[in-house]
């Protein structure tokens, strides 16, 4: 993976660089404990250090970096704290499906479908961002603004350490589950819906106590 920027004449470059720095700490291409300056971070990504500030702001809020007068920390894998952010996942993902279904629209089916059509097709890295966009378009579903919110501040060290960990067969059976939620949710099954959230999050906790040192 380039660390460099590739420009985007649709986003912003406080949203570029804040999705590079995610995809560099999700996947380790910066490792776990590595301390850094803001002016490290520029020079790495090939960005100015107002949008790479702001970025980080953001990546602090989701916990994927740790802010002090040090330096730009990126946090340890810590089984303990995945365990407590699925807890989290968990109650916002039910939350979410619950109210998808209740104010399913047309479109919002569409959108669903579209997802579905192409999760199969995905690589390791394609999958994190359709992962990205499967929050996006079920939270969008909700029509609650503030659901959204809550899963992006507690996917990100998850996705973390799922991809430090993951195998093939594990993508595969992240990908069955991830659709399962969805194939509920466009069928309008709440119970089936509220199952499937609960089957991939035993999965993914389960994952972490494997895993977990």
């Not at 776990?32 to 803001?38: A, I, M």
């Not at 790479?52 to 990546?59: G, H, K, S």
């Not at 579905?116 to 609650?144: C, I, P, T």
């Amino acid at each position: 993976m380039k660390n460099k920027l590739r420009k985007d004449k649709h986003k912003t470059m406080t949203e570029q660089v804040y999705e590079k720095l995610e995809d560099l700490i999700v996947f380790c291409e910066i490792e776990p404990g590595t301390v850094l300056t803001e002016a490290e971070i520029s020079e790495m990504v090939g960005a100015g250090r107002t949008p790479v500030r702001e970025a980080l702001r953001l990546l602090a809020n989701e916990s994927l970096v740790s802010i002090s007068r040090i330096g730009i920390l990126i946090p340890e894998m810590s089984g303990t704290t995945q365990l407590q952010l699925l807890e989290v996942r968990r109650a916002i993902l039910k939350l979410c499906v619950d109210k998808a279904i209740d104010r399913l629209t047309e479109l919002d089916k569409k959108g669903i479908q579209q997802l579905l059509d192409s999760v199969d097709d995905q690589d390791d890295v394609e999958f994190l961002h359709w992962l990205k966009q499967r929050h996006k378009v079920l939270a969008k579903s909700s029509k609650n603004q503030f659901i959204y919110e809550e899963l992006r501040n507690v996917q990100g060290l998850s996705h973390r350490f799922w991809y430090f960990y993951a195998k093939k067969n594990d993508h595969s059976e992240g990908k069955r589950l991830h659709k399962n939620i969805l194939e509920a949710v466009i069928k309008e099954d709440k119970a089936l819906a509220v199952k499937t959230v609960d089957a991939l999050l035993d999965y993914l906790e389960e994952f972490v106590r494997t895993h977990s040192i």
